[in-house]
């Protein structure tokens, strides 16, 4: 069995992938590892496997439950930097932030069949013990899951050079107020998605198009962002703008390009407790 912090980072991503909220899948890791301790280690033939399949479970159990709780319409993962050291997390199992979002259409099995097969390379047979289904209808969960989200064209890629060039030039645009330059850089069918969670109120959650985006992007500049630092970075592997008031982290800008290089989506966390760990990003 590996020591508990190797098995901390290693676990991290099961919970995390599932949840998208870094403190709840601290809290299902602590827990699933605290409750390991407590048992009688001769008891369990295969301690990775026993808590691997716990910290699955316990994180359906609690996706489930938020899902529930959630108020607001749009809801975003928790960003989570992915430039950072190796001694981070397990961050190459961490989901890209588009897969992470489109994942919101699965129902929880789908989402957990997708992940353990598609990000971390279970067989059905695995998976099966590890959700307590057949081998059949994991097969089936896999096969409506890949159907659902194959209409949204979703994509394991990672963030490339050159995309974070083109956000260079978007943030030049902004600030120049070039309306023509954000026109060229913007896809026709760009969407920008708000989580704004429930304690603010927020311009719009919703806005798609060409002309909303550049009159929604330009107005939240210029009435909200043109004081505030702002710092290109990546986030879930995906080219990424921070906005600092100070110290304070205030918005977290995520964003996704076609093969042409046109920004199709920008997910925008100004939810305060989605980024109550802005540390993290800095």
Same mark, same amino acid.
Do not use: W
């Given at each position: 069995m590996k020591d508990l912090k190797q098995l901390t980072k290693k676990l991290f991503p099961?919970?995390?992938?599932?949840?998208?909220?870094? *403190?709840? @899948?601290?809290?299902?890791?602590?827990?699933?590892?605290?409750? !390991? /301790?407590?048992?009688? @280690?001769? @008891?369990?033939?295969? &301690?990775d496997a026993y808590v691997v399949k716990a910290v699955i479970n316990q994180s359906i159990n609690?996706?489930?439950?938020n899902d529930k709780r959630r108020k607001q319409t749009i809801f975003l993962p928790e960003p989570? *930097?992915?430039? !950072?050291?190796?001694?981070?997390?397990e961050g190459e199992e961490i989901l890209n932030y588009s897969m992470l979002v489109l994942l919101e259409i699965l129902?929880?099995?789908? =989402?957990? $069949?997708f992940l353990l097969k598609e990000a971390f390379d279970y067989e059905h047979d695995e998976i099966s013990a590890i959700l307590g289904i057949t081998v059949e209808n994991s097969r089936q969960l896999l096969s409506r899951a890949r159907?659902?989200?194959?209409? =949204?064209? &979703?994509?394991?890629?990672?963030?490339?050079?050159?995309?974070?060039?083109?956000?260079? *030039?978007?943030v030049n645009a902004i600030r120049h107020a070039d309306l023509k330059a954000l026109e060229q850089m913007?896809?026709?069918?760009? /969407?920008?998605?708000?989580?704004?969670?429930?304690?603010?109120? $927020?311009?719009?959650?919703?806005? @798609?198009?060409?002309?909303?985006?550049?009159?929604l992007v330009t107005y939240i500049y210029?009435?909200?962002?043109?004081?505030?630092?702002?710092?290109?970075?990546?986030?879930?592997?995906? &080219?990424?703008?921070?906005?600092?008031?100070? =110290?304070?982290?205030?918005?977290? /800008? $995520?964003?996704?390009?076609d093969n042409r290089g046109e920004i199709t989506e920008i997910y925008s966390v100004v939810d305060p407790d989605k980024l109550r760990l802005g540390s993290l990003l800095l």
């Amino acid at each position: 069995m590996k020591d508990l912090k190797q098995l901390t980072k290693k676990l991290f991503p099961y919970a995390y992938n599932i949840l998208g909220n870094t *403190a709840d @899948s601290e809290d299902v890791v602590q827990n699933v590892l605290i409750r !390991y /301790q407590q048992k009688e @280690s001769s @008891s369990i033939s295969n &301690p990775d496997a026993y808590v691997v399949k716990a910290v699955i479970n316990q994180s359906i159990n609690l996706k489930k439950k938020n899902d529930k709780r959630r108020k607001q319409t749009i809801f975003l993962p928790e960003p989570i *930097a992915t430039n !950072y050291g190796e001694d981070k997390i397990e961050g190459e199992e961490i989901l890209n932030y588009s897969m992470l979002v489109l994942l919101e259409i699965l129902n929880i099995k789908e =989402r957990a $069949v997708f992940l353990l097969k598609e990000a971390f390379d279970y067989e059905h047979d695995e998976i099966s013990a590890i959700l307590g289904i057949t081998v059949e209808n994991s097969r089936q969960l896999l096969s409506r899951a890949r159907k659902k989200l194959k209409a =949204r064209k &979703p994509t394991l890629e990672m963030s490339s050079s050159k995309n974070k060039e083109y956000l260079i *030039a978007y943030v030049n645009a902004i600030r120049h107020a070039d309306l023509k330059a954000l026109e060229q850089m913007l896809s026709n069918e760009v /969407q920008v998605l708000v989580d704004g969670g429930t304690k603010l109120n $927020v311009v719009a959650e919703f806005t @798609s198009g060409t002309n909303d985006t550049i009159k929604l992007v330009t107005y939240i500049y210029n009435y909200y962002q043109k004081d505030l630092e702002i710092k290109i970075t990546e986030i879930n592997y995906q &080219p990424a703008l921070l906005f600092y008031k100070g =110290r304070e982290l205030v918005n977290c /800008q $995520v964003f996704d390009f076609d093969n042409r290089g046109e920004i199709t989506e920008i997910y925008s966390v100004v939810d305060p407790d989605k980024l109550r760990l802005g540390s993290l990003l800095l």
